[in-house]
């Protein structure tokens, strides 16, 4: 066991680092990610999904949806680590899931939020950032 904890002690600088940057990422990122969703946004019973009719604004479509892909790959994982570190990793995953595509997302984006903890700190957010409330069924 000392012999792993001899070879992790010069990644300690760059944990400590790579942990202070996740966490102002997440500082700066989270509140206007979290204002960019419709307040309507879980009233709907389903997605509905459009594709542009012109190549360019396929093209611009398809790297708009990878851009966020990775951004809700990376704030999904930032999350998961800042369960472990100081951050926001509950509300960092929350916003990961909403970015990335996959199937039966709206589902769970939808269970997620049904969580008054996960509901009330989106909204506390939002507040800050001068945006009406998320509004939910009550069902």
């Known amino acids: ?3 792993l904890l001899d070879a992790i002690k010069p990644l300690l600088p760059l944990i400590a680092l790579c942990s202070l940057l996740v966490f102002l990422v997440s500082l700066a990122s989270l509140p206007w990610l979290v204002a ?3 307040e309507d946004y879980f009233l709907h019973r389903k997605r509905k999904k459009t594709l542009p009719l012109t190549t360019a ?7 708009m949806r990878l851009a966020r892909n990775l ?3 990376i704030l999904l994982l930032g ?3 800042m369960l472990f570190i100081p951050g926001q990793g509950i509300l960092t995953m929350v916003m990961g899931l909403i970015l ?3 199937p039966g997302k709206y589902s769970v984006e939808k269970a997620i939020i049904g969580y008054p903890a996960v509901f ?3 909204n506390w957010l939002r507040a800050r950032a ?4 998320l509004r939910k069924h009550d069902s």
């Open 57 to 63: 604004a396929f093209a611009r479509y398809l790297f």
């Open 1 to 3: 066991m000392s012999e």
């Open 36 to 38: 960019k969703i419709p």
């Open 130 to 133: 001068h945006k009406p409330p």
């Open 120 to 122: 009330k700190g989106l």
């Open 100 to 102: 990335i595509d996959y």
């Open 71 to 73: 951004v809700g790959l």
């Open 79 to 81: 999350g998961l680590l």
